[in-house]
């Protein structure tokens, strides 16, 4: 677009004067003003003159998007930017359970936990689910943790053995000779100094008398720490360091006595499990507390999973006195 410029001080005289030494544009250097002149006649005061200007206006936005100038406007002259920062939605969670907490769908991260889970034996579990103060097996059967073992796999265990038995696994995965984690007790019938002993089995090491306990058949539960460093009652032992994984799962009330796939060495001693714990190094990855589950079916639910472990094996486990806790 282009401007017009025009001289308003300029007399008639001074245009005449110019006109006769000239035709054309006459620019005057004071002003920059222009006069058209042709034929010695003056033809304008104003013209167009100094090339296409263009119209600009600022511009301030508060939003990301794409902006174009109005109607009659070339451009921007300046752009002013105050779109706030981009917030993400988060969600303020209450942990009623030990585990991991993620915000819910939609959410992009949590604004804060609150955690409120109960001490003792005070655990919430899931609707339709009825915690038990313990889970008893006198035959065949066993509860599959889904967990493997490796060498920094740590089974804490409150159990009771309830009568004497030769070869009672009590928890543990067998996969050959150098893949092995788990506890075992020897009962009365046993040989020599493994009468009523209880042994830790890590990689190919088995303790011998530095874990044994003089009888977890007691009216209280004993706790078991089975792993690298064990320990049983004030008995402990710390073995030789190795490396091993299984590809098959700890069993509870027996062995995975792998690679046969069966549960081998089952309590038909009788056993008491009231809760077992599972660790990877530092890391909890099960918790398992005794339940039945809406079915009625006899279990363990892992409050770190979300997860119901039920039956192994041809027994029917049997479980003790239900409790109902108040949220």
């Known amino acids: 677009m282009g401007q ?9 005289e001074q245009i005449q004067a110019a006109l006769d030494a000239i035709d054309g544009l006459i620019v005057p250097a004071n002003n920059g003003k222009a006069l058209a002149v042709s034929g010695g006649k003056l033809v304008a005061r104003s013209v ?31 752009v002013h930017v105050a779109v706030p920062a981009s917030q993400p939605n988060l969600q303020a969670k209450t942990a009623t ?17 609150t955690v409120n889970v109960s001490g003792g034996g005070e655990i919430s579990l899931p609707t339709g689910y009825t915690r038990a103060e313990y889970i008893r097996s006198d035959g065949a059967g066993g509860i599959n943790t889904g967990v493997t073992a490796n060498q920094d796999t740590v089974i804490l265990l409150d159990f009771k053995v309830t009568a004497r038995k030769y070869w009672t696994g009590i928890a543990g995965i067998i996969e050959g000779s150098d893949e092995r984690l788990g506890l075992v007790w020897f009962g009365e019938t046993a040989e020599g100094n493994n009468r009523n002993t209880a042994r830790i089995f890590y990689d190919s090491q088995v ?22 460093v064990s320990a049983l009652g004030a008995n402990s032992k710390t073995f030789d360091a190795a490396t091993f994984q299984t590809t098959s799962n700890i069993y509870l009330f027996g062995m995975n006595n792998m690679p046969s796939g069966e549960i081998g060495w089952t ?14 190094g530092e890391t909890l990855v099960a918790d398992l507390i005794p339940c039945t589950d809406p079915n009625n079916a006899i279990g363990m639910y892992d409050i770190v999973r979300e997860t119901f ?6 027994n029917v486990l049997s479980a003790g006195y239900h409790y109902e806790w108040a949220d």
């Open 4 to 12: 017009t410029y025009y001289d308003s001080t300029l007399t008639d």
């Open 48 to 78: 167009t003159w100094g090339g296409s200007s263009p119209v600009l206006e600022p511009l301030s936005v508060t939003d990301n998007g794409d902006y174009a100038p109005g109607a009659g406007v070339d451009g921007f002259s300046s």
């Open 97 to 113: 359970q030990n585990g991991v907490v993620t915000p819910d769908t939609g959410y992009d991260g949590l604004s804060s936990v």
């Open 207 to 228: 303790s011998t008398n530095e874990v044994v306990t003089s009888s977890p058949v007691a009216s209280d539960a004993t706790r078991c720490r089975i792993g690298r």
């Open 267 to 280: 309590s038909t001693a009788g056993v008491i499990i009231y809760r077992c714990k599972i660790y990877q």
């Open 309 to 314: 472990c039920g039956l192994v094996g041809a």
